[in-house]
């Protein structure tokens, strides 16, 4: 059974760090393109980073430089490392996977099949 869970949301002030981690059953992290999305209250979802299987990765322009995606395979663990958040970047963040290939294109995420069920992340100013 497939199943992805998300931990590690919380609050923070504006410049701290936090770091969701995406626990997968069910499949091998670092088989399939996988990414982290984020929806914000009366906004569209957002694609904020994609890692491929073979470990490519691909960042929203609004977090280069202050997000990094990662995964160990050994633990089947996804991560989003969040560093110098923003208020802007309060929202939920949801981590996903596309099972029918290891190639990513970009932050598209129309082909992914499973989802997990969200961890709030709130950045006060």
């Known amino acids: 059974q497939v199943q992805l869970v998300e931990s590690g949301g919380g609050s923070v002030q504006a410049g701290g760090s936090l770091r969701l981690s995406c626990a997968i059953s069910?499949?091998?992290?670092?088989?399939?393109?996988m990414a982290w999305v984020r929806q914000a209250p009366g906004k569209q979802r957002e694609g904020v980073a994609s890692?491929?299987?073979?470990?490519?990765?691909v960042f929203a322009d609004s977090v280069k430089g202050r997000f990094t995606i990662s995964k160990d395979n050994a633990k089947n663990i996804m991560y989003l490392q969040m560093n110098s958040l923003k208020p802007e970047d309060t929202a939920m963040y949801y981590c996903?996977?596309?099972?029918?290939?290891?190639?990513?294109?970009?932050?598209?995420?129309?082909?992914?099949?499973?989802w997990g069920q969200g961890t709030q992340v709130t950045v006060s100013s």
């Open positions: 996903g996977v596309n099972r029918a290939t290891g190639y990513c294109t970009g932050l598209t995420t129309s082909g992914f099949s499973d």
């Open positions: 890692i491929s299987g073979l470990g490519g990765t």
């Open positions: 069910g499949f091998p992290v670092g088989v399939y393109c």
